[in-house]
């Protein structure tokens, strides 16, 4: 036994130390995105590419990510924790220098995916001993409570500091700098890390890397089509077509290779429970929200002009919210309460921002005014991540839970956000040529001078995206409500309270039927034997 430790450390770093940098490890290692979104403008700009291959290479992090949770538990029976933390920081290094170097937007692509499967194989590192020290009574409510707050707040102060970075340098730098962060945390790891396995030794060839192909063509043909969708105009372009059947052929053969296989890649054995069909549902809606970003980056920047720092300095005002959530879930899942109302007021939430939004969609709007909503985001995000994540993993096995996890991750930070990013988008272009046709009768261009009617054409523009996104959060407040009073008539795993209602009447009314007859039954015994009517 003496030659397994599953901790990180050798047995002489400090126990404050060794927590230190377990908490520095996860920051960085969540900090480390391959596409920051705010950054995305500025490489539009000096690649001169188009935004769809940006917006493709950020989903692709995510299908990584997705692609590698079932390999997880497999890598770390073959590998010491050293040797992993090596390898992927010394290739997550060469794939930042590759995205900051290269004009090719198919490489960045490229890049991302394999950035996210690494990211995800180095971040279980560090989860799971935190997991143990946050919560060593085992409960994952408390650990998620604690976990997603630090994950967004990091990924939103790391947003902002790497969009600041780029707007006062290049958009290049903050690449260039990742890679210099993951050679000083290679020789972090090789100084303090251990040389000792987790487990006994396991090989690898059990390991179907065509499933894993199966896996990554199925999402990636997808982001396609979601991304360009739009742009080339569905299903009148080629490259749409192929992308939409690839999808669909990758995603049967990765289930007909798992039904031929006896160490299944994939399960989906657990999306036939009633939670986990659930759960899917309350992020498929969720995606509703956030696909709204969309239309909140469209205003702040087509509309109020705000720069890339200004524009990331937004995200920051969720933090209060974020943070409340978690604390309130703590305590929450410390006390055992049921989680039907706490993922109602992450609901809530959301559904005020909306609201709030629909109000906000104005030519000249107040920095100050965007606190509220942002916090009223940050909360319902941070909560329904906690919640519904905790709901759709209760009381899964850890085998079956991690071949059927990166499906999950998968559909909630890709699916259901780029699916409702992408119809909101169409919406919004459809809207929006509804508004111009509508303002357009009150414009004659014949009869004013060709400044004052070009001055005429950019407010009739600019009040035209305006009604576009009033109504499309108009429609985002009305699902919020559906979704509402979904979760408040669902019943999280007990009984309708309806169904039990009619089930005990039942139940009593039968129980009285056969008192009476047993109590008639007794009285006609009684007469026969007497002679004469009781």
Known sequence: MADYNQGLYKSWVPKPVQLLLIVVFTF?????????????????????????????????????MGASIPLILRAKLRFRSKEIMVFSLAVTALLSFVIGTTNSPELIIASSFLMGFLKMLMLMEFILPLMFILTPDGKRGKFYSVFYPFSIVTGNISGYYFAKLAYETTWQYPHLLTAGLCLLLIMISLLFQHNQRFARKMPLFQIDWLSVVFFAGTFLFMSYFLSFGKTLNWFDARNIRISFWGSLISFVLLTLRQLQLKRSYISFGIFTKSNVKSGLIMLLFMGVFLGSSSLQNTFTVGILGYD???????????????????????????????????????????????????????????????????????????????????????????????????????????????????????????????????????????????????????????????????????????????????????????????????????????????????????????????????
């Open 28 to 64: 960085f290692i969540l900090s480390m995105n391959p596409i920051n979104a705010g950054n995305i403008g500025l490489m539009v700009g000096d690649l001169g590419t188009m935004q769809e291959y940006l917006v493709m290479a950020n989903f692709a992090t995510f299908i990584g």
């Open 308 to 534: 890339i720092v200004t524009n990331a300095s937004l995200n920051l005002m969720m933090i209060p919210g974020v943070i409340l959530a978690g604390v309130i879930a703590y305590f929450w899942f410390k006390n055992e309460w049921p989680i039907k109302m706490f993922i109602f007021s992450g609901f809530a939430a959301f559904f005020l921002n909306s609201v709030m939004m629909y109000f906000m969609m104005v030519n000249e709007f107040n920095y100050e005014g965007w606190l509220m909503p942002m916090f009223f985001k940050g909360y319902g995000l941070s909560a329904i991540y906690i919640a519904v994540w905790f709901y759709i993993l209760d009381k899964l096995e850890l085998e079956p839970m991690l071949q059927a996890i990166g499906l999950v991750l998968v559909f909630r930070s890709f699916v259901a956000t780029a699916v409702f990013s992408s119809f909101f988008s169409w919406l919004q272009y459809q809207f929006q040529w509804e508004s111009v046709n509508n303002l357009a009768v009150y414009l004659d261009g014949n009869l004013m001078p060709s400044q004052v009617a070009l001055s005429g054409y950019k407010n009739i523009q600019l009040n035209a995206i305006l009604a576009a996104n009033k109504k499309i959060y108009g429609l985002i407040c009305i699902a919020a409500i559906g979704m509402m009073i979904y979760v408040l008539q669902h019943h999280f795993g007990k009984l309708r309270f309806s169904r039990f209602r009619w089930t005990k009447a039942r139940f009593n009314g039968a129980l009285r039927e056969r008192k009476t007859k047993l109590l008639r039954e007794t009285l006609e015994k009684i007469e026969d034997a007497a002679g004469a009517p009781l």
